[in-house]
């Protein structure tokens, strides 16, 4: 990450992909099993839910999403800029490319918004991972 790139690009990059770019054959029955699981295959990380609810208050913020519970859709203006950042077919390239895209968008992190509660994006998280489903299971069973 460069000095003059803001903190929380690089995951509203991720986040605004994952939401226009669900390409993957899988469908999941919640869409922020999606979310988590296309920013997984281009970053080989999931974001945290802190980090997705602040993605998505800076997206929606700057008009690029729309948000209705846990349901995500690009407006018109980030369709545009989606059709900017998919004309690089490989997966690291339209990465870069959102993060130049993107890169005026401001944080708005602590203004009031779209909130997503660590429980949800646990149960999310499960919908993707089968991994952390048996994880969060004996997790659950214990407490």
Same mark, same amino acid.
């Given at each position: 990450?460069?000095?003059?790139?803001?903190?929380?690009?690089?995951?509203?990059?991720?986040?605004?992909?994952?939401?226009?770019?669900?390409?993957?054959?899988?469908? +999941?029955?919640?869409? &922020?099993?999606?979310?988590?699981?296309?920013?997984? #295959?281009? @970053?080989?990380?999931?974001? %945290?839910?802190? /980090?997705?609810?602040?993605?998505v208050?800076d997206?929606?913020?700057?008009?690029?999403?729309?948000?209705?519970?846990?349901?995500?859709?690009?407006?018109?203006?980030?369709?545009?800029?989606?059709?900017?950042?998919?004309?690089?077919?490989?997966?690291?390239?339209? +990465?870069?490319?959102? &993060?130049?895209?993107?890169?005026?968008?401001?944080? #708005?992190? @602590?203004?009031?918004?779209? %909130?997503?509660? /660590?429980?949800?994006?646990?149960d999310?998280?499960?919908?993707?991972?089968?991994?952390?489903?048996?994880?969060?299971?004996?997790?659950?069973?214990?407490?």
């Amino acid at each position: 990450m460069s000095g003059d790139q803001p903190e929380h690009l690089p995951v509203d990059a991720l986040v605004f992909i994952a939401i226009a770019n669900s390409f993957t054959e899988t469908v +999941y029955a919640n869409p &922020l099993s999606m979310v988590l699981a296309v920013a997984d #295959v281009y @970053d080989h990380s999931v974001p %945290s839910a802190k /980090e997705v609810e602040h993605a998505v208050r800076d997206l929606s913020g700057a008009g690029l999403v729309s948000v209705n519970g846990l349901s995500f859709r690009l407006t018109a203006q980030g369709e545009a800029a989606w059709r900017e950042i998919q004309t690089k077919p490989m997966m690291h390239e339209q +990465y870069q490319r959102a &993060l130049r895209v993107l890169s005026d968008i401001p944080c #708005v992190a @602590d203004t009031p918004g779209w %909130s997503l509660d /660590e429980r949800v994006w646990e149960d999310a998280f499960a919908g993707y991972s089968s991994q952390f489903a048996l994880e969060l299971k004996r997790r659950r069973d214990q407490s």
